[in-house]
């Protein structure tokens, strides 16, 4: 069976949005990524714990050392519990972690309460924190987004350099700097549209914003993800070139199972 090589993101799946995710458009699971041996698993969507094992060469949960969960909506936490069965093996594995803002252990959790047990650790995000998930994963999250749940964006320094997620927000300029010195940088990218409606409470980045910010940070590589359905129809592949070449930076269009291979930031 083919191995799983080190050093890489995988992005078991690429929805955002309602509409994209009830449909299965793209697929709604999470993104796992691989740094020197250390497996993390981020915002484990609806279908996460079936992709994993459907992948080739498949991913195994009880190889993951943390779960990240940056905020409470259906299409990031869907899989959560399920996710913590398997990575703690219902909790005979006991050095493992999860990290997820206070909302998704109050009200109507989608933490469960007897799946907290099993964890080594479950750390609350506030926005300016500092997380060592492992020797080789120091994990920030530098700013509150601007959403409808408590959500924070993710900062990861690696051995590989600086790798950063800017899950869903509307635009906001306090995220230039937040994201500022990223190597990588990871965008959730719902609408095409240059229309927030704020007042509908549709807070998403557009693809102008992603523009914006990306020209900002100038990372190595710039990965957009997480699309709505006027993205998908303008074919997200045709908009990333376009944008690289509009703005010099390298720009990717996710796709579901694609494979960021790390090493080639060295
Ligand atoms: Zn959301």
């Given at each position: 069976m083919a191995q799983n090589k080190t050093n890489f993101i995988k992005f078991l799946g690429t929805a955002g949005a309602r509409?994209?995710?009830?449909?299965?458009?793209?697929?709604s699971a999470g993104t796992w990524m691989n740094i020197k041996d250390d497996n993390i698993l981020i915002?484990?969507?609806?279908?996460?714990?079936?992709?994993?094992?459907?992948?080739?060469?498949?991913?195994?949960?009880?190889?993951?050392?943390?779960?990240?969960l940056t905020h409470r909506h259906i299409d990031h936490s869907t899989d959560m519990n399920v996710m913590i069965e398997a990575m703690t093996d219902s909790g005979h594995s006991k050095d493992r972690i999860v990290i997820a803002p206070e909302e998704t252990i109050t009200d109507e959790p989608v933490i469960f309460s007897h799946v907290r047990p099993y964890l080594a650790r479950l750390e609350l995000m506030k926005a300016g924190m500092e997380f060592k998930i492992t020797q080789n994963i120091?994990?920030?999250?530098?700013?509150?987004?601007?959403?409808?749940?408590?959500?924070?964006?993710?900062?990861?320094?690696?051995?590989?350099?600086?790798?950063?997620?800017?899950?869903?927000?509307?635009?906001?300029?306090?995220?230039?700097?937040?994201?500022?010195?990223?190597?990588?940088?990871?965008?959730?990218?719902?609408r095409f549209e240059n229309k927030t409606d704020r007042e509908k409470g549709i807070l998403h980045l557009t693809l102008?914003?992603?523009?914006?910010?990306?020209?900002?940070?100038?990372?190595?590589?710039?990965?957009?993800?997480?699309?709505?359905?006027?993205m998908?129809?303008?074919?997200?592949?045709?908009?990333?070139?376009?944008?690289?070449?509009?703005?010099?930076?390298?720009?990717?269009?996710?796709?579901?199972?694609?494979?960021?291979d790390l090493s080639q930031l060295q």
């Open positions: 509409y994209v995710v009830a449909r299965q458009l793209r697929s915002d484990p969507g609806p279908g996460t714990l079936v992709k994993c094992f459907s992948s080739r060469p498949k991913l195994d949960p009880s190889q993951l050392k943390a779960i990240i120091l994990l920030s999250t530098p700013v509150s987004h601007y959403h409808t749940a408590e959500t924070y964006g993710l900062k990861f320094k690696t051995p590989h350099g600086v790798i950063s997620f800017i899950i869903d927000t509307a635009y906001f300029d306090g995220l230039l700097d937040a994201y500022s010195n990223s190597d990588v940088l990871i965008l959730n990218v719902v102008a914003d992603a523009e914006k910010i990306i020209q900002h940070v100038k990372p190595k590589f710039a990965i957009l993800t997480h699309f709505g359905v006027t998908i129809r303008a074919k997200p592949w045709e908009v990333a070139k376009k944008m690289s070449d509009a703005i010099g930076v390298t720009v990717i269009a996710a796709t579901d199972g694609m494979t960021f």
